[in-house]
């Protein structure tokens, strides 16, 4: 799985890699021939007194040196710029497919999941990438190399290679072994890290309101000694890498030098015992290296499981084979026996929703909580797909619209308005990026918060925080509102738009945009009487099912639902429609 997701997105960088590969293989090369210059200044050199070679000798290991440095250093340079930029791929790959899921997909996974994997996990496969490039690369090279050159310089005492290097290779894949599924837990802790402070962060008014602070500190401790549990479990085995390699790599330096001592005395040349020595122990300590790199290994392939996970799927909406292109953009809207059922739900949300409505009308959904209003609306602009019937937006089936024209055509303002941090001017712009400074104060006016934006320092440049929260919940529900007129759709779903609204500021309101509004179809969710009364049809849900509809006047009479609904009315409210 790590190699697949490697191979994918390493491919658009294969002509960098063979560039470091190249200067990889000078490097290696480098620092396998100055053993052999160092051999030869100790016999030539050294024991014969040649002073002149030695310079000379020296001059090329300096120039050798250069070139190891030079090519080190351009090596490292393609390295971290390829395993950067196939994280910046892999990261964008994510965040676009977290983007195509819908709402249940990612509700699956878990935000604070989906925030793990785009960072943590992807950052743990580019330290393998980088690593792999600057330690284990050349290590091959450096290690065959190493041998065959030791074999050259002395057969018997090469022998010793048949020990030390399988000792080394069992111990650093006893070791990957056991870290493996530690690093997989380790990841799945963050995920529980991130959604608890994710929660409490989000929560903390509602943790202060109810006097909360110490459990939720208690709470968040355990999930944190939780994760350090985690990772002391792994650093103990990493800490146990670098002890247990020195240890091999040490003893295997005096076993060359007590044997080595043995061949010197039997004729061999004191620069070979040298010679043989570095080569030692640059096989070893290249082996040492590819083992720091391989103890990461692990959790990289955790991480690039969870990686995959998100990558492999696939969303619940499905997108059209052939969409759509173009529509009479007229704003007719047409539910022809809607159902909808939630996966592993029981019962249907809405079973049998049959309702039409066409250009320049108001139609007003109502009904109790649970009825099924909300998941209605969200059907139109297709953020879940009926599991019967069909929704018609200008004649077509919304699953068949391009999905970039069916959010041209149809506007939603959800319940909960979720600004995005920025300024209001790019909060507005949101729906529609062209828009003129002036369209932007036209959508204010008639949302009624054009006096507040003026009064917030900056204008439309006022800053805003994330969701909103440097305002308040009326003034998010008006930009919320503003932001849809913007986009100038020929349908608008209003969820409970008002709820945070004063009547006076929602009279004003409902009057600008049914001014505003005149051409457009437009469908609102509503529990305030006055605001559905001038409606030109009220649809009234009941446990998922249509039980009623026509106008106000007509609904006092013949339904004993929507009767009982105006009578729970505030009587001033009750007054005003």
């Not at 994330?466 to 349908?491: E, M, T």
């Amino acid at each position: 799985m790590l190699i697949r997701l490697l191979r994918r997105y390493l491919a658009p960088y294969r002509r960098q890699i063979g560039a470091l590969a190249g200067l990889q293989l000078v490097q290696a090369l480098a620092a396998l021939y100055l053993p052999t210059l160092n051999a030869a200044i100790v016999d030539t050199g050294v024991l014969r007194g040649d002073t002149g070679y030695i310079l000379r000798a020296g001059a090329v290991m300096l120039a050798v040196t250069a070139v190891q440095v030079a090519s080190t250093a351009g090596a490292v340079f393609l390295a971290a710029r390829t395993a950067m930029a196939a994280g910046r791929d892999l990261r964008a790959d994510i965040f676009g497919q977290v983007l195509r899921l819908s709402a249940r997909d990612v509700g699956r996974f878990g935000a604070p999941s989906l925030i793990t994997r785009t960072t943590n996990d992807v950052q743990q496969v580019q330290m393998l990438t980088l690593l792999t490039f600057t330690l284990l690369l050349p290590a091959p090279v450096i290690c065959l190399g190493g041998v065959l050159l030791a074999v050259r310089l002395d057969l018997p005492l090469s022998a010793l290679l048949l020990v030390i290097v399988p000792v080394l290779v069992v111990l650093v894949l006893v070791l990957m072994r056991r870290l493996q599924p530690l690093y997989l837990v380790m990841q799945e802790r963050i995920d529980t890290v991130n959604r608890v402070l994710r929660e409490q962060i989000m929560g903390t008014r509602v943790i202060r309101a109810f006097v909360r602070d110490r459990r939720e500190r208690a709470r968040f401790a355990a999930a944190s000694a939780d994760l350090m549990g985690s990772g002391v479990g792994t650093g103990k085995l990493m800490a146990m890498i670098s002890p247990a390699v020195m240890i091999v790599i040490n003893v295997s330096c005096v076993a060359v030098l007590w044997f080595g001592g043995h061949r010197v005395a039997d004729g061999m040349p004191v620069g070979d015992l040298i010679a043989f020595l570095s080569y030692l122990m640059q096989i070893l300590i290249a082996a040492m290296m590819a083992t720091f790199m391989l103890a990461t290994a692990p959790r990289a392939q955790a991480s690039a499981g969870r990686i995959t996970e998100v990558l492999a799927a696939r969303s619940s909406l499905a997108p059209p084979d052939a969409p759509a292109a173009t529509l009479p953009r007229s704003g007719r809207l047409e539910l022809r026996e809607v159902s909808f059922r939630y996966p592993g739900a029981e019962d249907d949300v809405l079973n049998g929703i049959t309702m039409a409505a066409g250009p320049g009308t108001l139609t007003a959904i109502v009904g109790g909580t649970g009825a099924g209003k909300t998941t209605l609306l969200g059907l139109i602009p297709r953020l879940a797909d009926v599991t019967g019937g069909t929704v018609l937006v200008d004649g077509a089936d919304v699953r068949t619209v391009d999905p970039a024209l069916l959010c041209r055509t149809v506007a939603l303002v959800p319940q909960r308005a979720y600004l995005f941090s920025g300024t209001v001017a790019t909060n507005l712009r949101f729906a529609r990026p062209d828009a003129a400074d002036s369209e932007l104060w036209h959508a204010l006016e008639v949302a009624q918060a054009a006096d507040f934006v003026r009064a917030m320092p900056g204008g439309l440049d006022a800053p805003i925080g994330p969701g909103g929260g440097n305002i308040s919940g009326g003034q998010r529900q008006r930009l919320a509102i503003a932001r849809a007129l913007v986009a100038r759709p020929q349908i608008y779903l209003f969820d409970d738009v008002f709820a945070a609204l004063d009547y006076r500021t929602e009279a004003a309101l409902r009057a600008a945009l049914s001014s505003e509004l005149g051409r457009a179809t437009v469908l609102l969710v509503s529990q305030r009487v006055a605001a559905i009364t001038a409606a030109d049809q009220i649809v009234v849900l009941d446990g998922g099912r249509v039980v009623a509809h026509g106008s106000h006047q007509e609904l006092l009479t013949a339904s004993e639902t929507y009767r009982q609904l105006v009578l729970s009315q505030p009587t001033a409210e009750r007054a005003v429609a």
